[in-house]
Structure formats: C-alpha cells, structure tokens
C-alpha cells in the first residue's frame, strides 16, 4: 500500500520554528519529484516548495523565500519541510506530495500522485 505519514505539525508563536516530516511507505522517494503545499481555511491549495528527482533543483512560493527549506533523506525514505521566521499567515494544513513519475522536474501546482494526509501547523501568540 502506498502512503505518507506526515508529522511535526503543531502551534508555534510568531518567528518560531517547525520541522514537518513525510515518511513514504510502498513506495521511493528518491526518484520522485517532491513538494509541500497548504491550505488554509478558506483558501484553495497552493504550492509552497518542491524540489526536482535526485536532489537537481527547488522551487518555490515567494511568500517563503529564505525561510522555509525541502529536503529529502533517502535512507529513511522521508521528505522534510523546515519553516523558520514563521508568520501567522503562514497557518494552514501542510500537505507533503510526491510525484509518481520517475526522474521528473517538480512544480508548484496541485498535480501530484502521492499526498500526505495533512498536519495543521497553527502560527499565533
């Protein structure tokens, strides 16, 4: 069976910091495009960072640039999303996705094959 389980999610005050972690089951990551994207209520999901197949690239939402950081550790088959400098806009549930295609290029837009279940990350004082 093919899944993620999503971790680290929490309430942080302002300027804060959080890890999520993505652990992928039936599945590799390591040559899969990956991504984090969020929802708040209210709003549609958007894409907040990615990063190509084997480590090649990023990319990311202008409103997390210089904050926020993807990494993968292949060994434990686990995606991470390091958030610092955390803003109260930043409040929504994270989502972790992998593409399902091999060896491919990663983007912002909600067209992944793999989710995550979700964990609410709350940023308030």
């Known amino acids: 069976q093919l899944h993620f389980v999503e971790s680290g999610g929490g309430l942080v005050q302002p300027g804060g910091s959080l890890r999520l972690s993505c652990a992928a089951s039936?599945?590799?990551?390591?040559?899969?495009?990956i991504a984090w994207f969020r929802q708040a209520p209210g709003k549609e999901r958007e894409g907040v960072i990615c990063?190509?197949?084997?480590?090649?690239?990023?990319n990311y939402a202008d409103s997390v640039k210089d904050r926020f950081t993807i990494s993968r550790d292949n060994a434990k088959n686990t995606v991470y999303l390091q958030m610092n400098s955390l803003k109260p806009e930043d409040t929504a549930v994270y989502y972790c996705?992998?593409?399902?295609?091999?060896?491919?290029?990663?983007?912002?837009?909600?067209?992944?094959?793999?989710w995550g279940q979700g964990t609410q990350v709350t940023v308030s004082s």
């Open positions: 996705a992998a593409d399902r295609q091999l060896f491919g290029r990663c983007v912002l837009s909600p067209g992944y094959d793999y």
């Open positions: 039936g599945f590799t990551l390591d040559y899969r495009a």
């Open positions: 990063m190509n197949s084997r480590g090649g690239g990023t």
